[in-house]
């Protein structure tokens, strides 16, 4: 199995680069925290391999949505709101550890973030 | 106790957003898992707090030795260079979930990455 994470970080938030990498990091952990153990195993031992793409957050409903059609683990970060965004904004969506083309069905037409 | 997690960003390498927040995940997630259980269940619980700060790598030498001497769980990302940087460049380091007057320690002169 090819498998990998993908995390998608709202595009409409205006971030920094700390913010991001914060919210993609609480988006990675608690994902894989909803993966079954076999697939946790497996992908750390082929080093946990992690997208970050961009895309806006009226598209997070069907992303959730979809996840849990295709059994998918999925977490969505609602931020605190401490620094730099409102509480309870949708900062970022982890998907996987889950079979690189599955998850493609998903996030395959976002845009990595640059 | 006040449990967070650091992640110290390489500032020597020039990074995209999205090259940083997968560092930062990586760097995260596997110093999650050298936690004890009960560090990892209690920084969960209380919302899994994340800092991203920026360090030129060499101090990476330092903050590893200064996380064993005190116990702090620690992981050092070297990255595959499969993208952006050279293959074995040390793009992140993980510190916690650990008491964060102790990761402070360490960490507690560093600038955030903004």
Redesign the interface.
Known sequence: MDLK?V?I?NSDLEM???????????????A??RADNQKRSDW?SA??K????EESREKFPEVVREAERLNIPCYKVND?GLTEVKSGSETAVGLGPEEASKIDKITGEMT???
Not at 16 to 30: C, D, E, P, W
Not at 50 to 53: A, D, E, M, Q, R
Request: a positive charge; hydrophobic letters at 50%.
């Open positions: 994470q995390i970080i920094s680069k700390g913010k991001v990498a914060a919210q993609a990091s609480h988006a990675s952990l608690n894989y925290l750390l080093g946990g992690k997208v970050v793409v605190a990595l973030v640059k």
